[in-house]
Structures are given as structure tokens and as C-alpha cells.
């Protein structure tokens, strides 16, 4: 090997170091990448691609890990620190029921928002989801109730559940850092509670439900009257009120009827025949029959 090939091999090797120099630390970033994400958030956004149909080619764009610490390239994504933080897909014609219990594993979740597709079925559940912020699910064709774990939601600031098809009635919700609240034009009846969260809320937040639902910014809530006694409880009081009279009206005759027979005896013995003991019992019952009559009169 002479001098200028023993050069070339030099610069060759030489080369070839400095480039695997700056490859490496890329190639080690890349393998990093794709371990840094949570594989139970994957799979669970992977039950929305794999079973709801939709206008948006989910198949092709939700490839490889969802997040890369703080970045994500799946459409409706947003990650920090390597979690899914941020789910929004609007507008895609999303068609169908929501996987049962789907969001349960993508616990640093803050915001959802499905607007404007065609999902059916109940509200999804959002049990345990301490983080979450804004919930806007406005637009779809939901039906069932409200579940009571929405008002549990201790950080919740936006809930937007308009133009659905929700019945039952609407939970107490009361978080202080609610901002924007609206369930119009769905079909929920019932009191509209009475908390400080919810009184801050316009008409235009509820109105558009069925005629049932009433509270303080739509109609008053009607004062329900007393229920009416049961038949058997009637017929008792009539029968009650029957014999109480019949005692009073006894206990007031019957004085006078002795008092009626006593006169007739006076006069069958004659003016000069009284004596102390007829004139004492006549008139103790008078005294009785005065006392029976106010007696029965007070009854």
C-alpha cells in the first residue's frame, strides 16, 4: 500500500467516526421518543380510532406513540411531559357510542371536547378525572342523564352540553372556578338547583328543555298541593264526625228532657205540693242542662 492509499483509508476512517459521533445521540433520542409515552393511554385512545367511524382518517394519522414528551402529531392530542392532557375532536362526524370506561386510563386528561359530531348513547364517564377543566360535548345526539360525577369534578370551569338530547334532572353542581355553563335545548325537567355556581347563569343556559324545568332564571317551581285524604281515611272522618254529633246532640237533649218531665209532674201536683228537696233537684238540673249546652256548643 503505497502513501496516498494509506492516506485515503485515514480520511475514510476518519469519516466515518465523526459521522457515527453525531448519529448516535439522534438515534438514541429516537429510541427514546418511542419509549416515552404510557402505553394504557395508547390503547385507550385507540378505542375510539379502531371503533367509531368519522371523516378524519384516524387510522393513518394516530400511528407510533401519541405523545413525545410535551409534543404530540396525532390529530386532537396535546401532550405534557409525556401524558395525554388534551383530547379534542371536533367536526369529524364521529358516529356511534362512546367506548365504555375509555377515558378511565388517561388520567392527566384536562380537556375533552367532541363538538359538532354524531355520538349517541350516554354522556362519557369521567369518574376519577380530578384534572379535568373543560368538558364540551355540545351538539351530538346524547341521551340518558347528567351523571352526578360531573358535579364532583373539583377543577371543572367549563361544562358546554347544549343541543343534545339529555332527560332527568340537573345535578347540584357548585364549583367555584365554573365559568361557563350551558345545558339548553335538550329535554331535562326538574328544579334547577339552587347553588351558587348554577345561580350565576343566565336564562339562555337552560332554556330550550321540556316544560318541567323550572328554577329561578325560567318559570317558578309550582307549590305542589297537599294530597288528598285516601277513601278509607274519608269514610273515617265521616264517621267520626257523625258519632261526635250524635253525642253532643244526646248529651244536650237528654237535660232538657228531664227537666221537661219534671215540669210535667210539678203540675200534675199542684202548686201547693212543692217541696225543698223537688225544688233543689230542678234546679241542679237546670244548672246540668245549661252546662251540657255550652258544652256542646264549644264542641
Known amino acids: 500500500m503505497n502513501l496516498a492509499q494509506l492516506l485515503r483509508v485515514s480520511i475514510s476512517i476518519f469519516l466515518a467516526s465523526f459521522l457515527l459521533s453525531f448519529s448516535s445521540p439522534l438515534a438514541?433520542?429516537?429510541?427514546?421518543?418511542?419509549?416515552?409515552?404510557?402505553?394504557?393511554?395508547?390503547?385507550?385512545?385507540?378505542?375510539?380510532?379502531?371503533?367509531?367511524?368519522?371523516?378524519?382518517?384516524?387510522?393513518?394519522?394516530?400511528?407510533?406513540?401519541?405523545?413525545?414528551?410535551?409534543?404530540?402529531?396525532?390529530?386532537?392530542?396535546?401532550?405534557?411531559?409525556?401524558?395525554?392532557?388534551?383530547?379534542?375532536?371536533?367536526?369529524?362526524?364521529?358516529t356511534g357510542n362512546l367506548p365504555t370506561q375509555f377515558l378511565q386510563n388517561i388520567t392527566f386528561l384536562t380537556k375533552l371536547s367532541f363538538v359538532n359530531n354524531s355520538l349517541r348513547g350516554p354522556l362519557p364517564n369521567l369518574t376519577g378525572l380530578v384534572r379535568m377543566e373543560q368538558v364540551s360535548l355540545s351538539f351530538n345526539w346524547f341521551t340518558g342523564s347528567i351523571p352526578p360525577e360531573y358535579a364532583a369534578l373539583p377543577n371543572l370551569k367549563i361544562l358546554e352540553l347544549e343541543g343534545n338530547s339529555l332527560q332527568g334532572t340537573i345535578p347540584g353542581f357548585n364549583q367555584s372556578g365554573l365559568i361557563r355553563f350551558n345545558a339548553s335545548h335538550n329535554l331535562l325537567g326538574g328544579r334547577i338547583p339552587s347553588t351558587m355556581a348554577l345561580e350565576r347563569f343566565p336564562l339562555s343556559?337552560?332554556?330550550?328543555?321540556s316544560k318541567e324545568l323550572c328554577g329561578p332564571q325560567l318559570d317558578p317551581?309550582?307549590?305542589?298541593?297537599?294530597?288528598?285524604?285516601?277513601?278509607?281515611?274519608?269514610?273515617?272522618?265521616?264517621?267520626?264526625?257523625?258519632?261526635?254529633?250524635?253525642?253532643?246532640?244526646?248529651?244536650?237533649?237528654?237535660?232538657?228532657?228531664?227537666?221537661?218531665?219534671?215540669?210535667?209532674?210539678?203540675?200534675?201536683?199542684?202548686?201547693?205540693?212543692?217541696?225543698?228537696?223537688?225544688?233543689?233537684?230542678?234546679?241542679?238540673?237546670?244548672?246540668?242542662?245549661?252546662?251540657?249546652?255550652?258544652?256542646?256548643?264549644?264542641?
Open 28 to 94: 438514541d433520542s429516537a429510541q427514546s421518543d418511542i419509549n416515552d409515552f404510557y402505553p394504557e393511554e395508547r390503547d385507550a385512545l385507540l378505542q375510539i380510532r379502531d371503533s367509531l367511524p368519522s371523516t378524519a382518517d384516524l387510522h393513518a394519522l394516530w400511528t407510533g406513540p401519541p405523545c413525545r414528551r410535551s409534543s404530540s402529531r396525532w390529530r386532537g392530542v396535546a401532550c405534557e411531559d409525556g401524558h395525554v392532557v388534551h383530547l379534542v375532536l371536533q367536526g369529524i362526524n364521529l
Open 205 to 209: 343556559s337552560f332554556d330550550h328543555n
Open 221 to 299: 317551581c309550582p307549590v305542589l298541593p297537599l294530597p288528598n285524604p285516601t277513601p278509607w281515611r274519608k269514610r273515617e272522618i265521616g264517621v267520626k264526625l257523625w258519632v261526635s254529633a250524635v253525642i253532643a246532640l244526646g248529651g244536650a237533649t237528654m237535660p232538657l228532657s228531664i227537666i221537661m218531665l219534671c215540669l210535667l209532674c210539678r203540675r200534675k201536683q199542684g202548686k201547693g205540693n212543692h217541696t225543698p228537696q223537688s225544688n233543689k233537684l230542678f234546679s241542679f238540673l237546670t244548672i246540668e242542662f245549661v252546662v251540657k249546652l255550652e258544652s256542646s256548643l264549644h264542641f
